[in-house]
């Protein structure tokens, strides 16, 4: 079964909009988890990890006051898009490390497909 | 910080011939290795990894090698199916709690049948 949930799938937002992305760890208790953005025909480029109860460590030309990151509890990371535009358009994914005794495996949540117009 | 380099950007094979993919890695403290199958839209799936402390390691028709002293490893799939077509990546983790997946930039397979 699933591990990470994110939410939502899809979503369409008017440009100056912020949009709200949700990554929840269901089976175990993370404290950090990572958020990617992945452009079309393009790999996957981290953008911030996510600490819980502390601020998010941003990856370089990432701006931090744009893609705001919550994470408030230690089954939940957020990830908010502020004043988005049509270049913020991507698809955006969580991941999160399993718990000791799960070796190094990463789970990934399903991935949000965020389009501006 | 860790860099991964992958090639090729793309293979075509015949159906049931075989495909490699070759990652390089910057980072000696690197240890584990995994490699996602990614199609269109969806998230990256785990079809293998392996971790430092052995130098090859095989799930029917895939296999990853890896060579710590040269830093690279790669990706073998025999027997290719049209399935397998997909967009593959490699990432490189020093494995703690806190350090993130760093990916290559991916490898479009196709399979002609």
């Known amino acids: 079964g699933a591990v990470v949930s994110q939410h939502p799938s899809w979503v369409i937002c008017k440009s100056g909009t912020s949009v709200k992305i949700e990554c929840r760890s269901l089976d175990f208790q993370a404290t950090t988890m990572f958020w990617y953005r992945q452009f079309p025909k393009q790999s996957l480029m981290l953008m911030a990890t996510s600490n819980e109860g502390s601020k998010a460590t941003y990856e370089q030309g990432v701006e931090k006051d744009k893609f705001l990151i919550n994470h408030a509890s230690l089954t939940l990371s957020t990830l908010t898009v502020t004043s988005a535009h049509p270049e913020d358009s991507s698809f955006y994914i969580c991941?999160?490390?399993?718990?000791?005794?799960?070796?190094?495996?990463?789970?990934f949540g399903e991935g949000s497909w965020l389009t501006v117009v | 910080g860790e860099n991964v380099e992958q090639h090729p950007s793309t293979l075509s094979v015949q159906e049931g011939d075989s495909a490699v993919i070759k990652c390089t890695y910057s980072?000696?403290?690197?240890?584990?290795f995994p490699w996602y199958k990614q199609e269109l839209g969806k998230r990256p799936q785990l079809i293998i990894d392996?971790?430092?402390?052995?130098g090859e390691k095989k799930d029917q028709r895939i296999a990853v090698t890896l060579n710590k002293t040269a830093k690279h490893f790669s990706l073998h799939i025999t027997e290719t199916q049209p399935e397998d077509s997909a967009v593959y990546f490699c990432?490189?983790?020093?494995?703690?709690?806190?350090?993130?997946?760093?990916f290559g930039k991916g490898t479009r397979l196709s399979v002609i049948a």
């Open positions: 991941s999160v490390r399993g718990p000791t005794g799960s070796g190094n495996t990463i789970y």
């Open positions: 980072d000696s403290a690197s240890n584990y």
């Open positions: 990432a490189a983790s020093t494995g703690s709690g806190n350090t993130p997946l760093v």
């Open positions: 392996i971790r430092s402390n052995v």
